[in-house]
């Protein structure tokens, strides 16, 4: 109980020592030793003076030095003995009602004075608010990247602080000897009263505890009054300085801060980028264990690439924001770019222009420092020389096979994707420079044609215009920075660049234009920012890393720097890129929730249009639409394998007789039919059909075989379903059908077998049965009939209609044909004197026909003559030759006993039924041949063919047309941009 009093007493004094500096009173020091001594020891008794070595060691507080100083007076001390010690309890009761008091006067004083010294410290200090810039952004987030939990969980817990703390057993036990040593009656009480005897024990008096507190107050007095000497002399100095001294002293010191922490960031960045290589590594290493999660910047790259494939035909226009790289020819932005992707990627030339079309770079972090296209799986490693010349010579091919013939620039984007530790994540378009005159070589519409292709870019009311300006030529000379400022005057989302800061430095006359530009003074356009970089010495074989460094060294010994004329803030690439990509963030999070709504709208409205135009309709793309035409092809080809056998040997021999009768009739069978008797009737058709074999007959075979599969084929495609017919698949499936065609080519051994085939059927003359060789008088007849029905149909357009057609029908004769009548009846005349006459007319002949015809006012020519003989003198032989074939079908007997008939020769029977056994032999070969492998080749190009279109976009959009093919593939173009979009922002928002 006493020992905790006595401790609480002894802080109260402490308490009191320290602070008493600030209380401005006039109490007497001594009633502050009366009162601790009540305090202490008011029931203890008194005992000879013991003094105790003193544990008090006095400390010189340094960080006062720093205070302002306070007009403190030391106390007033009076040493002298009291008159009234007698009432030594009386006093003690005064004494004891004051102690409240004073505790009380020395809290709000001591309170008083520290909110004092406080407020004198703040305004002493600088206002640096403008300088926020200088410590990096990730200690103002500091809070989302350290787990302060972690941290409170890991501070030493009440045990062991307790094993921090002072030992206050000891000090209670200290505080009990100090007690004895006060108490009334002791050797303390007695030395004390000894002090109030006078000033002659002053040293015996400074040696107890109040002597301590006295030296403590009077060391205090005095490190106030050096305090204020301080103060007085340092504000005396600083009204010498001049405002421009205080400017330059502030500027060195903060370039030495900016200095030191860029020094720190690009420290915690390599270290951060090794990290994250090692978890990218990590992640990568998984890759087919588990599917790796798309990143922020892939998202929405894919929905840039969907949105410039997309026709805004719904007024659904793409706002969504990207970084846009503008300048002049040669001005830098490839470089820029290259140095934001830390890799030189792009192709480079001296002068001359080298992005020829759009390059939108998808910049995003990987464990690799890799580059890919949209549309290939290869992987260009940009940590090695030879995957870098690689690349840049794939994007100058890809760039020149994108210029339509004639043209010097083309409008189509080029996507690139750049991964690598470190890389900040945005969207940039290096679009192709700006020039001010056309040069021989190129196309005269190329300077109207980069003009629109900027301005395409450009109008877009959330694109960031990264303006890229040559510090090293003149301003006025700039073409770009016009442009820009017509796209955006307010420079709301302008970023402006000037490149090659250190070839200016060293050939502008003025360095404060330099600053004019950087500030925005010298050109009427405004932006949002202005930047100053140096991209390397103009050597195209440096290394992004040598360019990094010679830029840090270029801005360290920079006059412009150390001359305020440029802040540290605008200077490097490093700070470009950090700048637009939180100005690219910024852009994303403020407009693409607005850019989902109006997706959202276009696609409500598109799909209550097809709900009302095609209601009991799937709504299929041009890609199904595709597939389901492709699959109902398919099924058409395999139904080829269904035609029957005797389907295809009909149809074979059929079209193969109608290809081949012609050559039979006119140059085997007449020619033959001439000969006198049965011997020389056959050697010539032997040795006709043989040369027939040689020359054409297996040519013409297989010509026919290809056609009838044609035509089965063609059958098959256009044939209509019924009600499951869908019209909109028939120009897609003629071009399949005529592409198929196209590429079949017969199998060229074919030809070979087929004649020896058709040699050895057409040798064999014997014929077993009856039946056969009424088969072969059929034949026979039907030709022989359809060709003399031809050649009366050719006869009648000769001569006219006959009388009958005259008188019914109201028409009559042409003078030519008048004359031909004539002529033919002249003819018919000759016919009947001599029924045994040859094929040809002999000259004495023509001159008697042309004789009797002039006799009777009918001139004629001797060529009509002939003309008209060769059509009477066949129909003569056709009829002629039916009356053999009904005399020759009593002829089978003699025939298969081989008797000799002068009256009855069936040659010419046996001729047909050759031809007609190879015509069937024929066939049945080629319908082997097109069952077993012809067909299937067919099918094998028919899917070749629909794999080639399936990749042919344009090929598709060609063949599948119309409005509900249109409505369709806007709809699903829509529908897929704003699941993107949705993915996106609610990833977006788990970022956050």
């Known amino acids: 109980m006493w020992r905790t009093r006595a401790a609480a007493a002894c802080v109260i004094c402490r308490s009191l020592a320290n602070s008493s500096y600030g209380i401005k009173r006039k109490s007497p020091l001594r009633n502050l030793h009366l009162v601790s001594r009540s305090t202490h020891h008011p029931y203890y008794p008194s005992s000879k003076f013991q003094r105790p070595p003193l544990r008090i060691s006095l400390q010189l507080f340094s960080s006062l030095n720093r205070l302002p100083p306070h007009k403190t007076k030391l106390l007033n001390v009076k040493h002298g003995y009291q008159s009234h010690r007698n009432f030594w309890l009386a006093r003690l009761a005064s004494r004891l009602l004051k102690v409240r008091y004073l505790i009380l006067g020395s809290a709000v004083g001591g309170g008083y004075t520290a909110k004092k010294t406080y407020e004198q410290w703040k305004d002493m200090m600088p206002d640096l608010e403008e300088y926020k810039w200088i410590i990096p952004d990730f200690v103002w987030e500091l809070d989302e990247l350290i787990d302060f939990e972690k941290l409170l969980k890991a501070l030493p817990d009440a045990d062991d602080l307790a094993r921090l703390l002072p030992d206050f057993d000891k000090i209670g036990d200290s505080l009990a000897s100090l007690k004895g040593f006060l108490s009334p009656g002791s050797p303390g009480e ?65 370039l030495r801060t900016q200095l030191k922490y860029q020094r720190m960031l690009e420290r915690l960045e390599k270290e951060n980028k090794e990290l994250r290589k090692l978890v990218l590594q990590r992640d990568d290493k998984g890759i087919h264990q588990r599917k790796l ?39 830098g932005k490839t470089s820029v770019l290259e140095m934001i992707a830390q890799a030189r990627i792009f192709p480079r030339g001296s002068g001359e222009m080298m992005t020829r079309s759009p390059v939108k770079v998808t910049l995003s972090e990987g464990p690799h420092h890799v580059a890919l296209f949209k549309d290939s799986s290869r992987e260009f490693d940009l940590t090695k020389e030879e995957d870098l010349a690689a690349l840049r010579n794939e994007i100058e091919i890809r760039m020149r096979n994108s210029v339509k013939e004639g043209c010097t620039v083309s409008t189509e984007t080029i996507s690139l994707s750049v991964k690598g530790p470190g890389l900040q994540r945005m969207v940039l378009v290096d679009l192709p420079g700006v020039i ?165 709208a276009t696609r409500f409205n598109l799909e209550t249009e097809w709900k009302n135009n095609y209601p009991r309709l799937r709504e299929l793309d041009r890609n199904e639409l595709f597939e389901k035409a492709k699959n109902e092809i398919l099924d058409e080809v395999i ?13 074979l021999e059929k079209t193969l007789w109608e290809r081949v009768s012609t050559h039979v009739i006119e140059n085997i069978y007449l020619p033959a039919a001439q000969t006198a008797n049965s011997g020389t009737f056959n050697t010539t058709v032997d040795i006709k059909l043989k040369q027939w074999t040689d020359k054409q007959l297996p040519n013409k075979a297989v010509e026919v075989a290809w056609e009838t599969l044609q035509e089965e084929f063609s059958r098959f495609m256009t044939e209509k379903k019924g009600k499951e017919h869908d019209d909109i698949f028939d120009k897609l499936k003629q071009a399949v059908r005529e592409e198929t065609i196209k590429r079949h080519r017969w199998n060229e051994r074919a030809e070979d077998s087929l004649r020896v085939i058709q040699h050895n059927a057409l040798e064999d003359r014997s014929i077993s049965d009856k039946q056969q060789w009424d088969a072969a008088i059929h034949f026979m007849e039907e030709t022989l009939q359809s060709r003399l029905k031809d050649t009366e149909s050719v006869i009648e357009d000769m001569v006219g209609p006959d009388w009958k057609k005259r008188w019914l029908y109201w028409v009559g004769r042409t003078k030519e044909q008048n004359i031909r009548n004539e002529t033919k009846n002249e003819l018919e005349k000759l016919i009947k004197c001599n029924e045994d006459h040859p094929a040809y007319l002999a000259n004495d002949e023509v001159t008697t026909v042309r004789k009797n015809l002039e006799a009777r006012g009918v001139a004629v020519d001797p060529c009509l003559i002939k003309d008209t003989w060769h059509q009477i003198y066949r129909r003569y032989f056709l009829k002629s030759a039916l009356n053999h074939c009904n005399l020759c079908r009593r002829g089978f007997y003699y025939y298969q006993r081989h008797f000799v008939d002068s009256e009855l020769e069936c040659n010419d029977i046996v001729l047909f039924w050759r031809i007609q056994r190879m015509l069937a032999i024929t066939a049945n070969t080629l319908r082997q041949q097109l069952a077993n492998t012809e067909v299937r080749r067919l099918e094998k190009n028919v899917k070749e063919v629909l794999e080639d279109f399936a990749e042919d976009n344009e090929k598709k959009v060609m063949l599948l047309t119309g409005k509900r093919v249109q409505l369709a593939e806007d709809l699903k173009k829509v529908r897929e941009i704003q699941e993107k ?12």
Request: hydrophobic residues 35%; contains cysteine.
């Open 436 to 600: 001010s005159t056309v040069t021989s070589g190129m196309a005269p519409d190329t300077k109207e044609t980069i003009f629109s292709i900027s301005k395409a870019y450009m109008q877009n009311p959330n694109a960031i215009i990264l303006c890229i300006q040559d510090g090293s030529v003149d301003a006025e000379r700039s073409i770009v920075t016009d442009l820009v400022s017509q796209m955006d005057p307010q420079g709301k989302r302008t970023i402006f660049v000037l490149t090659k800061v250190d070839l200016a430095e060293k050939n502008v006359a003025s360095p404060n234009r330099i600053q004019q530009i950087i500030e925005g003074k010298l050109f009427p356009m405004k932006a949002l920012g202005y930047f100053a970089v140096v991209t390397g010495k103009g050597n195209s074989s440096e290394s992004i890393e040598s360019i990094k460094e010679y830029e840090e060294e270029f801005f360290q010994n920079s006059r412009l720097l150390k001359t305020s004329m440029l802040k540290a803030h605008q200077v490097t690439t490093k700070n470009l890129s950090l700048a637009v990509s939180d100005c690219f963030w910024k852009m994303v999070r403020e407009s693409v929730e607005q850019q989902a709504d109006a997706f959202k």
């Open 190 to 254: 007695t030395a004390f009263r000894a002090t109030d005897q006078g000033y002659d024990n002053d040293k015996q008096f400074k040696k107890g505890l109040l002597g301590e507190l006295i030296l403590l107050q009077q060391q205090i007095q005095q490190h106030e009054e050096e305090a204020r000497r301080a103060a007085g002399f340092s504000s005396q100095q600083k009204r010498k300085v001049s405002d421009k001294e205080k400017i330059d002293q502030l500027q060195e010191e903060l």
């Open 639 to 651: 139904s080829l394998t269904q035609v029957t056998p005797k389907h295809w040997e009909e149809m």
């Open 293 to 331: 999660k798309k990143s922020l910047i892939d998202m929405y790259s894919e929905v840039l690439d969907i949105l410039s494939d997309y026709d805004a035909s719904y007024n659904t226009q793409d706002h969504l924001p990207r970084v846009v790289v503008v300048g002049d020819q040669s001005a």
């Open 981 to 992: 979009l949705e993915a996106f922002i609610e990833a977006l928002h788990q970022e956050k």
